[in-house]
């Protein structure tokens, strides 16, 4: 399997990784990805830009250096009603939104997280017409009933993100995202494979996350970034723009 487009990344925007925009797909048009998305983490997350940031990121051409790049951002889920930390203007201004729930960013205060809470956090979530891909959902802390919520999600068109840095730096959210992988994979449920990467090294290996998925025997046909065809029609179905060739 080969994944041929990278769409959670993040440049030095986010005050917490390391490389420009312009390096990042420098590196990527090294790597001969398709597509790249820069998703620098929502206002919410300490260090992260402002509106101001994401609002003017179409400053960036479409295609740069050969790269389709999506303008984007990872949004932080801040309740448990699903809501994310931008605000309808900035997400006007977007094309391509990863929701994450991140410890610093979420609520807790009025609600417990359990597997129900959390089971309803993303219904809520699957609900906003914004969201493009559930960001690394396997995280422990969070953990929801994947059974019945995964193809409610996928209902409404999100896509289900397999994070390559669980296999790096977060190994506690490998067996979630195993199961994950599986319960996709019975219920043709399409996911993505995305980095996070937050420095150019880290971009376009998704060594860890295409083991696993051919080990459980996961259909290549179900991974929307695994060809140019497929993430293509994937941008088109969502009225967005493929490479300028
Ligand atoms: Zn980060
Ligand atoms: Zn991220």
Redesign the pocket.
């Known amino acids: 399997m080969r994944i041929i487009a990278d769409t959670h990344t ?1 440049t030095i925007a ?1 005050t ?2 390391y490389a420009t925009a312009t390096e990042m797909i420098a590196e990527a048009a090294r790597l001969g990805l398709y597509a790249i998305a820069i998703t ?2 929502g206002p919410k ?1 300490p260090g992260s830009p402002q509106v101001w940031y994401f609002n003017n990121l179409r400053a960036i051409p479409e295609t740069y250096m050969g790269v389709r790049v999506l303008k984007g951002a ?1 949004a932080n889920i801040t309740d448990f009603d699903g809501s994310i930390d931008l605000p309808e203007s900035s997400l006007d201004c977007l094309e391509w939104i990863v929701a994450s729930i ?1 410890d610093v960013t979420l609520d807790q205060s009025k609600t417990k997280v359990s597997v129900d809470t959390v089971s309803q956090l993303y219904i809520n979530a699957a609900n906003d017409p914004h969201i493009n891909v559930i960001g690394h959902c396997g995280t422990p802390a969070y953990r929801f009933d994947y059974e019945s919520v995964l193809p409610v999600l996928a209902q409404h068109g999100k896509l289900i993100e397999i994070n390559d840095s669980a296999f790096k730096n977060n190994k506690s959210s490998v067996p979630n995202c195993i199961e994950i992988a599986k319960l996709c994979k019975r219920m043709e449920i399409p996911i993505i494979v995305n980095t ?1 990467a ?1 420095f150019t090294t880290q971009m376009g290996r998704f060594d860890g996350s295409i083991k696993m998925l051919e080990e459980i025997g996961f259909p290549e046909e179900l991974v929307v970034n695994s060809s140019v065809e497929r993430f293509e029609k994937c941008l088109k179905e969502r009225g967005l723009a493929v490479r300028e060739s």
């Open positions: 993040h986010s917490h990784a620098d983490h997350m990872e991140h996070d937050h």
